[in-house]
């Protein structure tokens, strides 16, 4: 089983939070009896960079998809695709609420979901698009 594993950027993590993602995805990694993890090694960290660290740390293989360039239409679209056409199943891993010192954008729902349950994270596109192309999928919001 390939597992993708997307989501939130390092910032929007608190030191707990990222505990909770860490556990999050061992927890996947075991459930869903992974070989191989695919994530997307975001420049700004958080749950791409997560993932191959607990991957590897389980003796799991790891593939990669950096975005080839730092914008939606030919970075992250194109990346986000890869991913999910790699994976079996893809875990997009976000948090209910933003820590109180973040200074990024912020958005009343997560506007991929339609939802207030958890903060916006382009995560949510892909396994939304993972859905779409035949795939299983699911958000994890700590």
């Not at 929007?12 to 191989?36: G, N, S, W």
């Not at 998809?65 to 079996?88: C, M, Q, V």
């Not at 893809?90 to 609420?97: E, G, S």
């Amino acid at each position: 089983m390939t597992l993708g594993i997307v989501g939130c950027e390092a910032a929007k993590f608190t030191p707990a939070t990222e505990a909770a993602a860490r556990v999050a995805i061992r927890e996947l990694i075991r459930r869903y009896r992974v070989q191989r993890v695919v994530s997307g090694h975001c420049h700004l960290g958080g749950v791409d960079i997560y993932a191959v660290e607990e991957a590897r740390a389980m003796s799991v293989d790891v593939t990669e998809f950096p975005p080839e360039t730092l914008s939606w239409s030919s970075g992250y679209k194109p990346r986000n695709i890869a991913i999910a056409h790699a994976s079996d199943h893809v875990a997009c891993i976000t948090v209910k609420t933003l820590p109180p010192g973040y200074t990024g954008m912020r958005f009343r729902l997560c506007y991929h979901c339609g939802t207030a349950d958890h903060v916006k994270s382009g995560g949510c596109w892909t396994v939304k698009y993972a859905r779409k192309i035949g795939k299983t999928g699911e958000v994890v919001a700590l």
